[in-house]
């Protein structure tokens, strides 16, 4: 789908913020309103409004002479799960999510089902019916019933202790009943509801065993049937109006990419580099995508819409070819360790590897007219080169897909017609691939037979190029170009694609007849697709459109361009799921003041909350709302921020200013959002001002994601500098329009913001007095190589270029008072740059203005000996010693 490649974002990097949207939280037992749902063998539909009901809010702020910092970073998250993968029945009935309460916290997720037509939530699996397949599940089981055994013993042993001995006389002389008794309808709903209760202490006991749950789902194309993967084994339901649970697959591998045929009639799966295809009707196990040339490897497949095609890409190599290793000294024994890790830089050579797009017909497999048809061959050998999955006209003739060459700052936009039976037989043959084996059926670990066309009949491989009907240079952000993936208008014609060639990324319309295209959405503002309709003439989207701080739904009319919001709350909204018609949608929904949860909108834009994810004490923490401003910089762009102020601030008082930071590219994401509970750009910063008198800001400088892509490639070849500037101007801001007091600077971040903290402190030592730099990679040319190539500049082979980013003859410039922090293990960020940055300082005889905090066992997010709670104190402490209080 459109969406498959855009969702492989950044967000799976490393250098991102450690400062998680989930801060810690206090034990359940601190109160927590569990969700009413009656769970009994086989599930009840439960109405939405007994599943949720209403709480009355009240308004009411936490105390700032009560706030304390174990309560707002325990040990364990004091949020619970939010639902994911929400997805619409084809006939906008239904939605199906995974979801799991908070005090089942430490297990997976189950399979529940909201009716729009009957307002009714059902849960569709639970730990009782997965039992029923799975060993690991029914170990669950028979652990909370023996728990729930020796609580109840210990209950009755402290009432006995105080009976008189007549009653045990008597007790005596009662003759002893049977030893054992056949489980009564009453005893076997009893041990349901212990089984499906998860106690306080049950819900933290990590040494129990857990619960997998289920881990994706994928709905039938014409009925309201379900296909579930669960343990890596596949399961159906096959009408859930009268949900029964059906096996399909037991076997020691793990079957992923589990859909339905597009017929409905089956099912493929993918094992490995391998797709197999199971129909309903039959008893065989088809293999059907075809063997490669010898050394090729299958990275990506789509099926046609009419399920008789393939789209493959395959690839030669491996995917990480440095051979260098770091070592990470670990102080976990008597003696200091060390462990290698491998890494990747920016002067080390990328070994190039070959790229094929193959299309395959299935109808002719078996027969002597097979061929793997090679429509497109590159070579990638750039750590950010880029090649999408293919994706499939409506009508299963065409496929369309993209190739970013990082190099050249090329996207090439490309277009390949599966051949008729005419050029199919012109096209010059290139090789032919090699059996794997000569025998028509095997066995697979299930037992059952397995015929594999491509292993019994080698394909011939043609060569017919597709066609490039579209290329742009890409100066813009660094994610960008994993974000293009071009998919087809519903007329089989038109190419839809994302692109930032406007400045920000927005819907573009490509006609590749004329080869000519056209920008459907305008505005400084992001668009990201979530899907298509069902016939692809609308196209499903979050955007920024009316605020960079929040990414609402929206759908685009692909002919008009006409673009429609659809929530009727105004919020931010992730996993959207919207039906064909867009009249209905089901989302995790968040804003300041309100906590992610589930929530529904039906065709009267009526919205309902269909979870209820955390205790009481979370709500209670989460009150107080930021203030959202932004001001120009000195070059004109407006830079976002968000504020907490003091208890019964006024202008006439000075207060000391503490900036919290990160600067770097995201992805989509950013840090001033709308119901961002993060632990430092929230927690904390509302913490300093509520108990210490500080003015707490965070702000997005040029180079974070997110406001177009300005921004987002702000920090090529002048990384940081961008930032200090729009962090100077904010200062300058906040001192003429809230009168801060500029003298008691503060500013702190993590990973890229404890760079551009550090930054700041040895560039303008006038503006900023006082820093707590986190995990800050302070040697460019030592971090990974797909980071840094496409955010902080080019770089040759052999050639330490980015040696001219670190920060270290900076570090001379310090005059303020710093705390350096970093784990000692930490993979992602070396704990060599702080190492280096530290030693710098001392030799400029710095050593009065500089602290280390080092965790000896923590990682990049720390973790180890150094918890949350245990930063958070140690960051009070420093601000309130080197910058003062503003009470």
């Not at 949020?79 to 619409?88: E, K, L, Q, Y």
């Not at 090439?412 to 090789?431: E, G, M, N, S, V």
């Not at 519903?490 to 819907?507: C, K, L, P, W």
């Not at 992602?828 to 009065?848: I, S």
């Amino acid at each position: 789908m459109f969406s498959r490649c855009s969702l492989v974002l950044v967000l799976i990097f490393g250098l991102m913020i450690t400062s998680d949207l989930s801060a810690q939280e206090t034990k359940s037992s601190q109160g927590k309103k569990q969700q009413s749902v009656k769970q009994s063998a086989p599930p009840k539909k439960i109405k939405n409004n007994s599943t949720t009901k209403a709480r009355k809010v009240v308004d009411k702020k936490p105390d700032s002479k009560a706030l304390e910092l174990k309560d707002l970073f325990p040990e364990k998250s004091m949020f619970g799960p939010s639902a994911s993968r929400m997805a619409f029945s084809t006939d906008g009935r239904y939605a199906a999510y995974l979801y799991r309460p908070y005090e089942k916290r430490r297990h997976g997720s189950d399979l529940w089902l909201y009716d729009f037509k009957t307002d009714k939530l059902t849960q569709l699996t639970n730990l009782n019916r997965m039992s029923e397949f799975q060993r690991s599940t029914r170990e669950v089981r028979e652990d909370r019933l023996a728990k729930h055994k020796r609580e109840r013993e210990k209950s009755k042993a402290s009432l006995a202790k105080g009976k008189k001995s007549a009653d045990s006389k008597k007790s005596s002389n009662t003759k002893a009943g049977p030893k054992s008794k056949a489980k009564t309808k009453q005893d076997l709903d009893e041990e349901y509801k212990i089984v499906e209760t998860v106690s306080d202490k049950d819900a933290d006991d990590e040494k129990a065993p857990r619960y997998s749950g289920v881990s994706s789902f994928r709905w039938h194309p014409r009925k309201n049937s379900l296909l579930l993967g669960s343990e890596g084994d596949i399961y159906l339901i096959d009408n859930v109006a009268q949900p029964k649970i059906q096996r399909l697959t037991k076997t020691s591998a793990r079957e992923s990419s589990v859909e339905f045929l597009p017929d409905g009639t089956g099912y493929t799966y993918s094992v490995d580099d391998t797709v197999m295809r199971v129909r309903f009707d039959q008893h065989m196990l088809e293999q059907i995508n075809p063997k490669l040339a010898s050394g090729q490897q299958m990275r990506q497949f789509t099926l046609s819409p009419d399920g008789k095609r393939l789209a493959i890409v395959a690839q030669t190599g491996e995917r990480s070819s440095s051979d260098r290793t770091v070592d990470i000294i670990r102080y976990r024994d008597r003696f200091a360790k060390s462990d290698s890790v491998s890494r990747t830089v920016s002067d080390d050579k990328v070994e190039p590897r070959d790229v094929f797009v193959y299309l395959f017909d299935l109808d002719t497999a078996d027969t002597e007219e097979s061929k793997l048809i090679q429509v497109f061959e590159t070579q990638i050998d750039e750590p950010r080169d880029v090649m999408s999955t293919p994706n499939w006209s409506l009508d299963s003739k065409k496929v369309t897909f993209c190739f970013f060459n990082q190099k050249d700052s090329e996207v090439q936009i490309l277009l390949a017609t599966f051949p008729d039976d005419k050029r199919l037989k012109a096209a010059t043959p290139t090789k032919t691939t090699k059996p794997e084996s000569t025998e028509d059926e095997e066995r697979t670990s299930s037992g059952r037979s397995s015929r594999s066309r491509s292993r019994s009949k080698s394909s011939e491989i043609v060569k017919i190029d597709a066609k490039v009907v579209n290329r742009f240079k890409h100066y813009g952000g660094p994610n960008t170009p994993r974000m293009v993936s071009p998919d087809f208008a519903g007329d089989n014609q038109h190419i839809v694609f994302i692109s930032e060639q406007s400045g920000f990324r927005h819907v573009h319309i490509l006609d590749p007849l004329y080869e000519s295209m056209r920008q459907l959405t305008n505005g400084n503002f992001e668009v990201y697709p979530i899907r298509f309709s069902k016939d692809h003439k609308t196209l499903f989207v979050t955007s920024t459109k009316e605020s960079p701080a929040r990414q609402m739904v929206y759908s685009i009319d692909l002919e008009t361009g006409e673009m429609k919001r659809l929530n009727k709350n105004v919020g931010n909204f992730s996993s959207v799921a919207v039906n064909n018609a867009g009249n209905r949608l089901m989302a995790n929904f968040v804003r300041y003041g309100q906590l992610t949860e589930l929530v529904r909108q039906n065709e009267k834009q009526e919205v309902k909350t269909l979870t209820d994810s955390h205790p009481a004490k979370a709500r209670d923490l989460t009150r107080i709302r930021p203030d959202f401003f932004d001001y120009k910089n000195r070059h004109g762009h407006t830079i976002s921020g968000m504020m907490f102020k003091p208890k019964g601030w006024t202008k006439k008082k000075k207060h000391p200013l503490l900036i919290y930071v990160y600067g770097g590219p995201l992805g989509s994401r950013h840090s001033v959002n709308d119901g961002s509970y993060s632990s430092d750009g929230y927690f904390f910063q509302m913490y300093m001002a509520q108990k210490h008198g500080y003015v707490s800001i965070v702000v997005d400088p040029r180079g974070q994601s997110g406001y177009g892509g300005l921004f987002e490639k702000s920090n090529y070849e002048q990384v940081g500098k961008p930032q200090v500037e729009d962090l100077v101007d904010g200062v300058k801001y906040m001192t003429e329009t809230y009168n801060i007091d500029d003298q008691h600077v503060a500013i702190y971040g993590w990973s890229f913001g404890g760079f551009q903290t550090q930054m700041c402190l040895y560039t303008e030592p006038k503006v900023f007095q006082v820093g707590m730099a986190g995990a800050g990679p302070t040697e460019w040319e030592n971090y990974n190589s797909w980071y840094t190539t496409g955010t902080i500049g080019p770089s040759r082979t052999g050639q330490t270029d980015q040696k001219k980013y670190s920060l270290i003859p900076l570090a001379k410039n310090l005059e303020g008072q710093m705390l350096l922090v970093h784990g000692m293990e930490d993979t992602n960020v070396l704990f060599q740059d702080t190492v280096a940055v530290y030693r710098a300082l001392l030799k400029a005889g710095k050593e009065t203005h500089v602290e280390l905090f080092l965790d000896p066992t923590g990682g990049h997010g720390l973790g180890g000996d150094i918890k949350r709670l245990g930063r958070m104190r140690k960051y009070e402490q420093f601000l309130l010693r080197t910058n003062g209080k503003g009470n």
